[in-house]
């Protein structure tokens, strides 16, 4: 550093170390005294160095004065200048104008004119540079207020800065033409932009929305509608990487003072978090609700005053009395008619009991009965209060209704069974009785003096039991057929008289043996029914018999038939012993009976109106029964179904015995020797010739060596049975022409028909019938 610059920096120094001593501000602020003795010290270094300048007559007396004066003016403003113009004024009157050292009035003559201009001179200047002391001043001030607001703003800008910085929301600052200018650090960082690769590039080329083109389509339209004004905001999905991520985006115009739209503000919010778990809260309430719907409970939810909050599909389908919803009903604005003990139980559920009952019987107001199984308990929110009730409900009207009928049912299954039980003592009771006449004319018949009067009676005793045996055991069969549904029915179109004509000729015996009146009245026109004339005989025939059975001996019987309508009506009419009113509702049952005394004399297994009832509803028509009651007598009816007659009705009769014309070459087989043997007996007595074989390899054997013209066969058979047996003679060529007819317990169709498939040419339910027997001998039933 040269030693002027030295030089000049410490002057320099020095200046600004006066300038701060003596500044205006400085002196202004010290006060009046320091600013009188700045000046009187000026004003005595002027003085001096006029003094030193030239003497004292040299004139020239305000030379030095002046720029004193216009020093304490600048140091000290107007009032300095001024005090600085007096002192001046002074000195130079006193020392420097004639008389020296004194104040004369000479002067205001000789000097009047200098002293007045140094004095306006010292106003004007003073004034002057206070003038520019209060203009600096205020320049200063506002300089100084202009570096305020400056720094402010600066400041000001700073904070908004790092405010936007901060923000989680992304923000951008773009021009008119979607350049963008600014750009925050959240938006930066979320998206992996640097910011001088971003800045001053057009906003919808970021990658964020170039990505797909709709996207930035969408985006290009909000931006047009923001510079027309319009803040555009919508849901958008946004490239982030290689995922993307869903943003709440919004685009509004920025404005200046006039209101010109001098940029666009985008801003966007990362909403995929608040989406996924929105989709996760839509999602968990989706399957609560299908929870709550599908669920297989009967439940409902309500509020405090008893409106549905949520219910059940079970409950909505038990209790919703066809409301698609109930939700926000009142639960009895719904059931008006719901007990009031159970809106006291919601009442005291709602005070914060847990109640339930397992069976409760509801009876709506139109009688429906309807019981439940139900469980009530509060439900707490938040808050821990009680917000409502929740009702869990069981209908249980089937299962008590179930439980009711099981009861019924074991009732009668335990009346059935002791009417069984009873069934069988009265079915042994029934079996000897035949039986014991049957043994009887046995014993008489091995008597050696018979006479033929004997005989016939024997004969007659055997078989009227041996008819009574078989009815019951027919019955019995058929009982069992129609429970297993095995009956079937051939059906035809029959005038209902030959029904009628058939059954009186079974039961005429009886009726006469007990000398009852018997009438029959018949339309005058022919009426005709489609069914099967064995059993519609079969069911009038049975009506007949009790009517005779259970009428004293001489009693009246009728049987009326008329048309009514397109029915026909049957009754049976008789004045016996009647029936009780009690005992009609069970008289069609199966095994009842009135008396069930094992003493009684018409005997009967408690069958046979349970067979008409049976037979009459397989018809298609209905029985019924009156009587006045014990006494007086009962009335019994069948209503069936008229039909137009057929074009020839074909009214069958049984076919007449015939006896053989031939006497005729046979071979009985039956395991049970008695069976065969005693068969053989009667055919012999006939005059035919008889082989015997007691089961199916001997009988065989016997008939391939004497080729009999006629086989009868039992089916039962040990080891090889008819079947086997008939299909063997079959396949034997000469055995063509030999007849084979089946002897077989079962007379179901369906056993006829396997027995016409093994070859048989007839077919004899057991015990054999002697007029079917001869009937089976003379003509074969099947055709082959
Ligand atoms: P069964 O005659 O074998 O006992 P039914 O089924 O034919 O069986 O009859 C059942 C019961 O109905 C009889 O036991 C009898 O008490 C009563 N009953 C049937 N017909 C008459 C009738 N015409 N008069 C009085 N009671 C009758």
Redesign the pocket.
């Known amino acids: 550093m040269s030693i002027i610059d030295s030089l000049f920096a410490f002057s320099h120094r020095s200046g600004c170390r006066l300038a701060r001593h003596f500044s205006y501000p400085a002196l202004k602020r010290r006060g009046g005294v320091y600013l009188l003795i700045v000046t009187m010290a000026l004003m005595f270094l002027a003085l001096w160095i006029r003094l030193a300048m030239a003497p004292i007559n040299a004139g020239l007396q305000y030379v030095t004065f002046f720029p004193a004066v216009a020093l304490a003016a600048f140091i000290g403003g107007f009032g300095a200048g001024l005090l600085a113009t007096i002192v001046g004024l002074l000195f130079a009157t006193y020392i420097f104008t004639p008389p020296y050292y004194s104040f004369s009035t000479e002067v205001l003559k000789t000097s009047f004119w200098s002293n007045m201009v140094f004095f306006i001179d010292g106003i004007l200047v003073s004034s002057l540079l206070e003038a520019m002391h209060r203009y600096r001043q205020q320049l200063a001030r506002e300089l100084k207020r202009t570096i305020d607001v400056n720094s402010d703003l600066e400041e000001n800008t700073q904070h908004l800065k790092s405010l936007i910085d901060n923000q989680f929301a992304y923000v951008a600052l773009l021009d008119t033409r979607g350049v963008i200018l600014e750009i925050n650090k959240a938006a930066l960082d979320q998206f992996g932009y640097r910011r001088e690769d971003v800045i001053h590039h057009y906003f919808y080329d970021l990658p964020c929305w170039s990505y797909d083109e709709t996207v930035q389509t969408q985006l290009r339209t909000a931006m047009a509608d923001a510079l027309r004004g319009k803040t555009a905001r919508y849901d958008v999905a946004v490239k982030k990487g290689d995922d993307s991520i869903m943003v709440d985006f919004q685009l509004s115009p920025v404005r200046n003072g006039e209101g010109s739209i001098v940029g666009l503000l985008p801003m966007a919010v990362d909403i995929s978090e608040r989406i996924h778990a929105e989709e996760a809260l839509k999602k968990s309430r989706s399957q609560l609700k299908t929870f709550i719907r599908q669920a297989p409970i009967t439940m409902a939810m309500f509020d405090r005053d008893m409106n549905y909050l949520e219910t059940s599909g079970p409950w909505l389908h038990d209790y919703g009395r066809g409301y698609a919803d109930l939700r926000g009903l009142n639960h009895y604005d719904v059931h008006p008619d719901l007990p009031d003990r159970w809106k006291l139980v919601h009442q005291q559920c709602l005070a914060g009991a847990m109640l339930r009952n397992e069976e409760d019987l509801w009876v709506h107001e139109d009688g429906s009965e309807h019981w439940s199984r139900w469980a009530v308990m509060p439900w707490v929110d938040e808050n821990g209060t009680i917000g409502g009730i929740i009702v869990s409900a069981e209908n249980i009207t089937d299962r008590k209704q179930n439980e009711a009928h099981l009861a019924e049912q074991a009732q009668q299954l335990q009346e059935a069974d002791q009417r069984k039980d009873e069934f069988l003592a009265m079915l042994a009771h029934e079996l000897r009785n035949p039986l014991a006449p049957i043994r009887n004319a046995a014993q008489i018949l091995k008597r050696p003096d018979l006479d033929e009067t004997r005989l016939a009676w024997c004969r007659n005793v055997i078989d009227r039991q041996v008819d009574h045996l078989v009815q019951l055991v027919d019955d019995l069969l058929d009982v069992s057929r129609i429970s297993r549904g095995k009956i079937e029915l051939k059906k035809e179109i029959l005038e209902v008289s030959a029904i009628v004509q058939r059954a009186v000729e079974t039961t005429q015996p009886l009726i006469e043996a007990r000398h009852h009146a018997f009438m029959v009245q018949l339309p005058s026109e022919p009426i005709y029914v489609e069914g099967d004339l064995v059993r519609l005989c079969q069911v009038v025939s ?1 009506l007949l018999n ?2 005779a ?2 009428t004293d001996e001489g009693g009246c019987i009728d049987l009326t038939v008329e048309q009514a309508g397109n029915d026909i009506l049957l009754r049976v009419r ?1 004045n ?4 009780a009113p009690s005992a009609l509702p069970g ?1 069609f049952e199966l095994f ?4 069930r005394t094992l003493d009684r004399s ?1 005997g ?7 067979l008409v009832k049976s037979l009459v509803t397989m018809h298609g028509g209905e029985v019924w029964v009156s009587s006045e009651g014990r006494g007086q007598g ?1 009335e ?1 009816g069948i209503r069936l179904h008229r039909v137009q007659p057929a074009p020839a009705v074909p009214i069958a009769h049984a076919a007449k015995p015939k006896w053989a014309a031939d006497l005729l070459h046979i071979l009985v087989v039956d395991d049970n020797r008695d069976a065969a043997q005693s068969l053989s007996l009667l055919l012999t007595s006939e005059g035919h010739e008889v082989l015997l074989a007691y089961d199916g390899y001997s009988a065989l054997e016997v008939a391939l060596a004497e080729r009999p013209q006629i086989v009868l066969l039992d089916i039962g058979l040990p080891g090889m049975d008819g079947y086997a047996v008939a299909r063997a003679l079959r396949q034997h060529p000469d055995m063509n022409r030999t007849q084979l007819i089946a002897l077989s317990g079962y007379g179901r169709e369906v056993d006829r028909e396997q027995a016409r498939a093994a070859g048989f040419n007839g077919y004899l339910t057991k015990p054999v019938d002697f007029d079917e027997l001869h009937c089976a001998l003379t003509q074969p039933s099947f055709d082959h």
């Open positions: 049975n009790n009517a059975k259970y008789d016996g012993r009647g029936i008289l009842y009976q009135v008396d018409e009967g297994l408690g069958i046979g109106l349970s009962s019994f």
